[in-house]
């Protein structure tokens, strides 16, 4: 009877050292390595150029969100505005707002009609 209490003691115990073993290597990791070289990187970024920023925020590559957080604002502070370039789609296409503004014309041609509601070409 004893010798059936220790067999089902065991398991239990073991999984507990592996356990334990995994969440001091976690720990250790994040305090040992993480952390420093977060706080190096922030300090970097702090002295980077624009070109630089924008190239490290291409990559997404950073220690903790916090970072990630602190140099996509970098990023976007570094970026100009933005010109709108014609995406080479009809006119009518382009520009539509769905539920907004609709000609008073209807355009269309012998096969299709196009639907402002939805800014689609409908078949006729």
Known sequence: MEEDAIRFWIIPIICLVIVMG????????????IFPNAELERQEMKEMSCPEILL??????????????????????????????????SPYVE????????PVKKIENSTYLFNHDTCVWDLR
């Not at 995994?22 to 390595?33: A, E, G």
């Not at 291409?58 to 570094?78: D, F, H, M, P, V």
């Open 22 to 33: 995994f969440f001091v290597f976690s720990v250790d990791y994040k305090i040992n390595t």
């Open 95 to 102: 520009f539509c707002t769905p539920g907004g503004f609709a």
């Open 56 to 89: 490290k925020d291409s990559s997404n590559r950073y220690w903790t969100s916090e970072n990630a957080q602190i140099g996509k604002a970098k990023a976007l502070s570094c970026e100009g505005p933005q010109e709108s370039q014609s995406s080479g789609l």
